[in-house]
């Protein structure tokens, strides 16, 4: 199972009513539904995506997440996932919000465009940052909403989004002593764990 996937398993309650969105090839969540008896759904846009989902028996369907959420209904879910996706929708904001919607809590991964590599890449050379957890060329990247975590902590705070956990490592999923004391300068991937204002 990959480390990231296996942080965000570790997160998620036996038995519980997860959606994935964006599930790739449903490994979270048939490891979900093998170790923790986990119901859950998957939705991806991918046609061969759904085909692998299918043959592992895994619940999927077909549905492009800038098209929102508004089939499922409140409290559809106990947590609602979703993997390093956020920074390839058009509406991220309104996305997170019909997430704590449907779900009691949330489980949010992105990468950190506030990273030194990116910094010292952009300050240095004048040119968007190609490094290990952005690869992509400015004109063929699928990341369209580019954030820090900062950022991303205080569009939580003004929409009184609850952070309930939070991991940050480096590229390899494994925890850095940097990352943990000054994660928007070290940090490389974060695990966010979100429920509703109380």
């Known amino acids: 199972m990959r480390p990231d996937l296996k942080i965000i398993a570790d997160l998620v309650n036996p038995g ?3 959606l994935d969105l964006g599930c790739g090839e449903g490994e979270l969540l048939a490891h979900l539904r093998a170790n923790k008896g986990v119901n859950g759904y998957g939705l991806d846009v991918d046609a061969s995506n759904i085909t692998t989902c299918l043959a592992k028996g895994v619940n999927v369907i077909e549905h492009d997440l800038d098209a929102g959420l508004q089939q499922f209904a409140d409290d559809a879910f106990d947590m609602v996932v979703m993997t390093e996706t956020l920074q390839s929708v058009h509406h991220p904001e309104e996305l997170l919000k019909e997430m704590l919607r449907i779900g009691r809590e949330c489980i949010v991964t992105f990468p950190n465009f506030g990273h030194w590599r990116c910094r010292l ?3 240095l050379r004048g040119r968007m940052p190609i490094v290990n957890h952005l690869p992509y ?3 063929d990247t699928p990341n369209i909403r580019l954030c820090t975590f900062d950022d991303f902590e205080r569009l939580c705070h003004a929409r009184r989004y609850r952070i309930i956990q939070r991991f940050v490592t480096g590229p390899d999923y494994h925890p850095r ?4 004391s000054l994660p928007n300068l070290f940090g490389t991937i974060a695990f966010y764990r979100l429920g509703r204002s109380t």
């Open 16 to 18: 519980a009513r997860v």
């Open 177 to 180: 002593h940097l990352a943990g």
């Open 121 to 123: 890449h952009l300050g």
């Open 137 to 139: 060329a400015w004109y």
